[in-house]
Structures are given as structure tokens and as C-alpha cells.
């Protein structure tokens, strides 16, 4: 009898994780050649940003974080308009910066949810992990010896899903300081993105007289 319970409740386990995750249809991801056309280190996290040689109206946020060992990177692909949003929500965190430092406020709230796709690597490539909210958070805070410092928070939903038999799982928060959020800011300007696509389709050329 107790095997047969078992037996029961795996496929209904299996069905409620799905329906918790939402698990996503499959969609399109970047499958030409990359190319890193920018990267942040913190004490815990890689932020690499890169672009691709099939697509020049995306950039991809790469994320290696080194307290984990599967899955060793996860991504967060912007296309034109969610890269937008982004921006939006940057320029909010300075314009927000510049109120706190003017009044010496300590404060943390949220400037924006975004709804963004996110992809897994494995086996060589990049996989889609469906839509995830990311909640970008400001935080003032003033020190013990009265100094001023500011963060940005990417801050993800929580997410459990089951593809393939991979787990993928919600992962923790990057935190930025500002020196750090300036450079995240620089590297989303289309500009930016744009070189980063002709170092991409460079490779591509490149490999491409191999045939």
C-alpha cells in the first residue's frame, strides 16, 4: 500500500511543481556566435554582458555566481524594449540618489518590477528558463561614521521549475554599488550594445570562412 501511495504522489509532486513554476512554452534564444562586450565583478557574482552575432537588437546579462555549482551561469536576455525599462529604472536610481544625498535620508524601496526572460547554460548553449520578475530596489544607507552609500538591488522572483529534468531555481539578489550600477548604466546604452553586436558578428565572419 505504501508503495502505491508513493507511486501516486510523485506524478501529482511532479504536476503541483509545474503549476507553482508556470512552467513556460519554449521560445527563441541566441544561438550565434557571443561575444563579451563588458563584465562586473563583485565579491560573489561575474556580471558578463553579452551580445550575439544572429541578433543585433538583444543584449544578454550573464551571471556566474561563485557560491553555487549547478547551474554555473544563468542570463537575463533584454531585447529593445525591456532594455528600455531597464534604462528607465537606472535613471530613476540616479535621480533617486541625488534626492537621498541632498537630504541625508537612509531609505530602501522599489523603483520598478521588470518581467524578463531568463536562460540557463548547459551543454554548450543557452537554454530558456521562461519569464521572471526582477524588481530593481534602491537602498540608502548611512554608516557608523556618518558616511553616505547607495546600492541597486536586482532582486528576482522566486522561480521553481522543472525542465528536462534540470532544476532550475531562484537564485539570489546582485547587489550593486554605485560605482558598479554607473557601469551596468553604460553598458545598456545601445551604443554599447552595438559593439558589442560587431565583435559578435565579427567572430561569426570569421568562422564563417571555414567551410
Known amino acids: 500500500m505504501k508503495k502505491l501511495l508513493v507511486a501516486l504522489a510523485a506524478p501529482a509532486l511532479v504536476y503541483s511543481l509545474a503549476a507553482c513554476g508556470s512552467l513556460p512554452p519554449w521560445q527563441t534564444v541566441p544561438t550565434g556566435q557571443q561575444a563579451e562586450y563588458g ?3 563583485t565579491p560573489r557574482d561575474l556580471i558578463q554582458f553579452l551580445a ?5 537588437g538583444i543584449s ?14 544563468y542570463a537575463i536576455l533584454l531585447d529593445q524594449p525591456p ?4 534604462r528607465a529604472g537606472l535613471a530613476k536610481y540616479e535621480n533617486w540618489r541625488n534626492i537621498a544625498q541632498e537630504n541625508t535620508t537612509e531609505i ?3 523603483i520598478t518590477t521588470l518581467s524578463l526572460t531568463q536562460m540557463y547554460f548547459r551543454d554548450g548553449g543557452w537554454h530558456d528558463a521562461g519569464d521572471r520578475d526582477i524588481s530593481l530596489v534602491f537602498t540608502s544607507r548611512i554608516d ?16 521553481f521549475m522543472l525542465r528536462a529534468f534540470l532544476l532550475v531555481y531562484g537564485r539570489d539578489s546582485l547587489i550593486l554599488n554605485d560605482d ?7 553598458l545598456m546604452q545601445e551604443d ?14 570569421v568562422i564563417d570562412l571555414f567551410h
Open 52 to 56: 550575439f552575432s544572429d541578433d543585433p
Open 60 to 73: 544578454v546579462i550573464a551571471i556566474k555566481n561563485s557560491e553555487y555549482r549547478l547551474p554555473g551561469r
Open 144 to 159: 557608523s561614521d556618518g558616511r553616505q552609500q547607495f546600492f541597486l538591488t536586482l532582486r528576482p522572483s522566486p522561480v
Open 108 to 110: 530602501t524601496k522599489t
Open 180 to 186: 558598479q550600477v554607473a557601469a551596468f548604466t553604460e
Open 83 to 86: 532594455r528600455e525599462a531597464m
Open 39 to 41: 563584465r562586473i565583478e
Open 192 to 205: 554599447a550594445v552595438d559593439r558589442g553586436y560587431q565583435k559578435a558578428r565579427k567572430k561569426q565572419d
